[in-house]
C-alpha cells in the first residue's frame, strides 16, 4: 500500500502566496495513477490547510500504521527559525506552525517500510536536522528519503505561477526521470533536477537512508520488459555480436511497391535526418503517428520531442553540457 499526504497553503493572511495549491493539485494528479492508468498512490489531497494542529494530526495520521511507502508533501511558507518551520496560517510570532524537527520526530517514529518527505518551501533543507546536534547534520532512520526544493538558508522560487521545484518534480513523474524500466525513483527524480537547475539557482536537497529505492511512480518503457528480457537470446556475452543483413529490413520486399517521392533527397536535409534519428534512437526524438522515423519522413509527417527529449533540449540551450 503506498500512500501520500498532499498539501498546498496559499491563503496566508499576510504575504498570500499564489502557486502552492495548484502545485499540490498537479502532483497529486500525477502520483494517482501510473502511465498505464493502474492506481498508484491513495491520496489526501488539502488545500489551505488552516491550522498548525490541523496538520500535525494529519501528519501523524499519515505516518501510523505499516504501509510500504507513506509520503508527504508541502508546498507553502518555509521559515529559518530554530530548525525551521512549515508555515501555517495560524501563525504568530511566538509559533510559526509545525517544526520541522516535530516531522522528523514523527517519521522517525514511524513505522511504515518507506517514508518520503518533498517540501517546496524556504529554507527547506533545514528538513532533518536535529535539534540537540549540530545543526547541518541530520538523523534520519532507516527507509527515510528526504527532498527539498531548497538549502537550508535559500528561499524557494516561483516561476510563471508555479513553484520551480515542483514544476521539476511533475515533470520527472510524467517521464523525465524515468529509467529504461519505466521506474522513477526519487533518486532519479532529484538527478533529473540537479542537473536541470544551474550553480546560480536555487539548489535542491537529497538525504536518505534506504537499502534501496521504491518506484514512486512507473510509466510504460520504451522497450517492453519481455523484450528487454530477450537480449540474452541474441548475445551470449556482453561483447557478443549479432549478425544482420538485408533481409532483417521488412520494407525489402518485392511484394513492397517502393516510390520516389518529391521532394527529392538533398544532402542538407539527409545529414539533418541522421541526426534525428540518432534522436530517437536513444528516446529524445519520436515521429509523429507513425511507428518508425523512415515513415515520418517518406510519409511528410512530423517528429516531436519526447518527455526526456523536452528535457535535453533545455540542458542543451542552457549549455549544461
Known sequence: MKKALIVGVDNYSSCPLNGCVADALGLASVL???????????????????????????????????AEVALFYFSG???????G???????????????????????????????????????SGRM?????????QSILGEGITIMTASTRDEAAVEFE??????????????????????????A????????????????????TNTKQFLSLRDIDPKVSKTTLRRLKEYFETPSSEYQLDSSFEFTNDPNIKHNINEPYANEYNVAKFKELQQ????????PVDEEHMYFAAMRNKKCKLTALGSHYWKLSKDERF
Open 161 to 186: 505561477g508555479q513553484g520551480l521545484f515542483t514544476s521539476l518534480l511533475i515533470q520527472g513523474l510524467e517521464g523525465s526521470a524515468s529509467d529504461v524500466l519505466g521506474r522513477i525513483t526519487p
Open 77 to 83: 511558507h518555509g521559515s529559518e527559525k530554530d530548525s
Open 128 to 136: 532533518g536536522e536535529s535539534a540537540v546536534i549540530q545543526s547541518d
Open 85 to 123: 518551520y512549515l508555515v501555517t496560517p495560524d501563525f504568530t510570532d511566538y509559533d510559526l506552525g509545525v517544526p520541522m524537527t516535530y516531522l522528523l520526530g514523527k517519521v522517525n517514529e514511524s513505522k511504515c517500510k518507506n517514508k518520503i518527505i518533498i517540501l517546496d518551501c524556504c529554507y
Open 188 to 207: 532519479s527524480i532529484y538527478s533529473f533536477i540537479d542537473q536541470t537547475l544551474g550553480a546560480w539557482e536555487q539548489r535542491p536537497v537529497f538525504k
Open 279 to 286: 534522436f530517437a534512437s536513444i528516446g529524445l526524438v519520436e
Open 32 to 66: 494517482k495513477t501510473n502511465g498505464d492508468g493502474s492506481p498508484n498512490f491513495d491520496i489526501i489531497q488539502e488545500s489551505n490547510i488552516q491550522s498548525k494542529s490541523e496538520l500535525m494530526s494529519k501528519i501523524e495520521t499519515l505516518f501510523s500504521g505499516d
